[in-house]
């Protein structure tokens, strides 16, 4: 062949579509030129392929042999839907927590007791004459001059049940009667009823108290006494002052009373 001397020199002089002894294969043989069919085609095969092995490619999902990696993907998808077409429930998983708790049955039942209660008959104010024009002048002075009449205590108990927070004057009043008992099981027990009605979470009738207070509560609860709710009564007290005082003075329960009584003065 005349390529055989240009070798060894350092610019070869064959044709580009001639071998040469040692250099790679063409990316493509055509049976005929420079190459046989035979030989570029392996055993049992009637047509030219590479003889070089193809790397290994990931069969398409279309094609008819399922994939080694979709098989493993598939295996880390969620379980299929189950015969009701819920899906599976993954195991060690917690059940969704159920409407009705026992909390919510207990609270349903102090709720029950104490509609109950006031159906039977408890007092709506105290037993008080009518106030005259200067104590209600003087309410709107200050709130301890408002709570010092039962007048003013009813009238601003009354206001506090359109804002349905009656509770807070209601147990304000309870501590003061548990106050001026001497008797230590009348105290025990009247100190338990007051726990039962206004500190209770399960009652309908709990009042606002912040963390620490509770636990002072509880602290004395175990063994209780004429002051036992002496911290719970001067923050509910606090927050009567602050919160509702304002809105019961510009109230139309406080407004009417005072033009009525104005009016009655006028007259007399």
């Keep these: 062949s005349r390529c055989e001397p240009a070798l060894s020199r350092s610019s070869p002089r064959c044709s580009p579509r001639q071998g040469r002894p040692g250099a ?17 085609a392996p055993s049992g095969s009637s ?37 009701e077409g819920k ?5 060690g998983r917690a059940p969704p927590p159920t409407p009705l708790t026992v909390r919510n049955q207990e609270e349903e039942r102090a709720r029950r007791t104490s509609h109950e209660l006031q159906a039977e008959g408890i007092p709506n104010c105290e037993e008080s004459p ?33 804002e349905f927070s009656e509770e807070n004057m ?10 001026q008992e001497s008797n230590k099981s009348v105290i025990e027990e009247k100190a338990r009823l007051i726990y039962e009605d206004y500190i209770s979470i399960l009652s309908p009738k709990e009042v606002s108290l912040d963390s620490r207070v509770r636990e002072v509560i509880n602290r004395n609860m175990l063994e209780p006494s004429q002051h036992t709710f002496d911290d719970a009564q001067l923050q509910i007290y606090t927050l009567m002052h602050r919160d509702s005082y304002p809105r019961f003075m510009n109230s139309a ?16």
């Design 24 to 40: 790679s294969p063409p990316r493509r043989a055509v049976p005929g030129r420079g190459a046989r069919a035979a030989d570029l």
């Design 47 to 83: 047509h030219g392929q590479r003889t070089h092995p193809r790397p290994h490619r990931e069969t398409s999902p279309r094609g008819p042999g399922a994939c080694v990696g979709l098989a493993s993907r598939r295996s880390r998808s969620p379980s299929p839907p189950g015969p």
């Design 87 to 91: 899906r599976a429930r993954t195991p």
């Design 130 to 162: 009518a106030p005259t024009l200067e104590e209600v002048n003087a309410w709107a002075q200050s709130f301890d001059k408002l709570m010092l009449t039962p007048a003013g205590r009813n009238a601003f108990r009354e206001f506090l049940r359109t």
């Design 170 to 179: 209601l147990f304000w009043m309870a501590c003061e009667e548990l106050k």
């Design 253 to 268: 329960i406080y407004k009417d009373l005072l033009q009525s009584l104005s009016e009655k003065s006028i007259e007399a």
